[in-house]
């Protein structure tokens, strides 16, 4: 879990260039292993491994894509344009889709066991499994980072 207390003060411009890079950069490279990865594990040990796992990270890849362009397209420039409260209703929607998001991480460490390697498991199994609980962890605290202090402080403001 990271310290997000310093972002409670920070200017929204710096709270979102984080973001934009610590997270959104970050959860475009980490899907972009995960997926084929994933796909390779299912492919190769299909009699033991959930083949769910591959589906899954393949539909957080796309929700999770969808989702960032639209904070970048059209949140993120409104919130730095001052729009405050005006930015209520698409940070609402953006709140909603967090809790999707939440889901698909319930989801996906139920699937792995909260991502415990089994003793079968190859290197790429046990790689598969690292890279997505540090995918989980980083998109918790992205979440945490965007509905508890960003969105919290726009529509205070």
Known sequence: MTDLTVWETAPFNATIDHILQRYHNVHRAQLAELVPLAEKVATVHAGSFPAEIAALLAHMQDEL???????ERMLFP????GAGRGASMPISVMMHEHEEHDQAIARLRELTDNFTVPAEACGSWTRLYRLAEELVNDLSDHIRLENDILFARVLAS
């Open 78 to 81: 409104m919130i730095n344009q």
């Open 65 to 71: 894509l969808m989702h960032m362009m639209k904070e």
